[in-house]
């Protein structure tokens, strides 16, 4: 029985501007049947994502059933810890996304690029399992430092691990998940038994926290899953969502190609237009008011970031995609402590990539065959398949 407008519905996963529409309200909209509030206002958001007042821990909210699924989910993850340990597991991992090391990379992105539009060029077909998903796993191996012989297992187990937030606890697929995640511990364990001196990679260093003491081998085990869980799904769905609409609206695509110095400003358009993290939650740690409405301690706040970036007090016309917009706001990698960290890696990527299919192709068009079809997950916005017509250079 539904009490009210929720987030945690189909309608929401298909289009959460069109829902939006639906229910009504700009501001603050009450989800009666998870017990809290989502936050559309850009502005609120921010204070909701940025501000002390609100935490990211389940086992600081009131009882009930979110609370329940999230207090199953969170385990050690660092994707739902709160300082001190927050930031501790976080100093450990913040070196090989500083803007230095994402330069560095940028041979390996562009290799990387290449070999996933070439793959797909020749097998034709979806671009998200033919593209997306392969480049943004690639990426992250290439992060991690997964050494060649292991990348196919680490493939595999990867493309099922990032569906752990997405499918029922109880459904037959989370039992594949669970196996996934079995392999690529002891994977991990094994790289601790073995690994010897320090090493230019995330894996190095996280192996390095672990035996001078920074990280228990729970935490550092944590730490490299908490890595693809939330990086490889939202830079594939990123990577979708933007060639869509490169091929939907051809005279954006043609700028593009005229006007290669707006490829970083094509970036930010995809992420305000379709943020591929639609919604996540913080908890009150205390009484507050927000705007005008009274939150309660230990209640779910639920900043909506694809609403909050088409908030049109802060991105005028929000619904067109316009890559020369002269200010491009959004808060698609959150704010404050549990700001992305590898939010510059993925601009990096995601420039690497569109830059490489302009390159190799003359056009990119909606497909007249196949079955594009949009997510359906709440929490997400991109593509289970995205059929595209391509002119190859």
């Known amino acids: 029985m539904r009490f009210g407008p929720t ?131 690639d990426v992250l191996a290439c992060v991690l430092g997964v050494r060649t012989p292991d990348r196919e297992m680490f493939v595999q187990n990867t493309r099922l691990l990032v569906r752990e937030f997405s499918v029922p606890l109880d459904s037959p697929e989370q039992r594949l998940i669970v196996g996934a995640k079995v392999e690529l511990v002891a994977y991990l364990l094994d790289e601790l038994e073995a690994r010897q001196g320090p090493a230019a990679n995330l894996l190095g260093d996280l192996i390095g926290a672990q035996r001078d003491g920074r990280l228990s081998a729970e935490e550092m085990i944590s730490a490299a899953l ?30 593009l190609r005229t006007r290669p110095d707006l490829l970083a400003n094509a970036v930010e358009e995809v992420l305000r237009h379709d943020s591929s993290v639609t919604v996540t939650d913080r908890v009150a740690a205390a009484d507050v008011t927000l705007g005008r409405c009274p939150v309660q301690r230990g209640q779910w706040m639920f900043p909506a970031l694809a609403l909050a ?23 698609s990698f959150g704010a404050g402590a549990h700001y992305c960290l590898g939010a510059g890696l993925a601009r990096a990527a995601l420039m690497a990539f569109l830059e490489t299919l302009l390159e190799q192709t003359v056009s990119i068009d909606p497909a007249s065959t196949g079955a594009s079809r949009r997510t359906e997950v709440p929490a997400s916005r991109g593509f289970v398949a995205l059929w595209i017509a391509v002119g190859w250079r």
Not at 28 to 50: F, K, S
Not at 229 to 255: K, T
Not at 312 to 325: L, N, T
Request: proline share 8%; charged share 25%; glycine share 8%.
């Open 7 to 137: 987030w945690q519905c189909a309608e929401f996963g298909r289009d959460p501007y069109a829902w939006q529409r639906s229910v009504g309200g700009d501001g603050l909209i009450e989800d009666r049947e998870l017990g809290g509030w989502i936050v559309a206002d850009y502005r609120l958001a921010r204070e909701v994502l940025a501000g002390p007042r609100f935490l990211k821990a389940p086992d600081r909210a009131l009882p009930g059933p979110y609370t329940d699924r999230m207090q199953e989910l969170s385990g050690s993850s660092l994707l739902f810890m709160d300082p001190p340990d927050h930031g501790r597991i976080r100093a450990t991992m913040r070196d090989r996304f500083r803007p230095a090391a994402v330069k560095e990379l940028a041979p390996s992105l562009k290799s990387a690029a290449v070999d996933a539009v070439r793959n797909w060029q020749a097998a034709g077909g979806d671009f998200v399992a033919g593209a997306a998903l392969p480049y943004a796993i």
């Open 226 to 255: 908490s890595v693809l869980v939330a990086g490889v799904q939202p830079m594939a769905d990123a990577l979708a969502n933007g060639v869509y609409q490169l091929a939907e609206h051809s005279d954006q695509q043609q700028l």
């Open 309 to 331: 970036n088409h908030d049109a007090r802060v991105s005028p016309a929000p619904a067109e995609f316009d890559i020369s917009r002269p200010s491009i706001v959004h808060s």
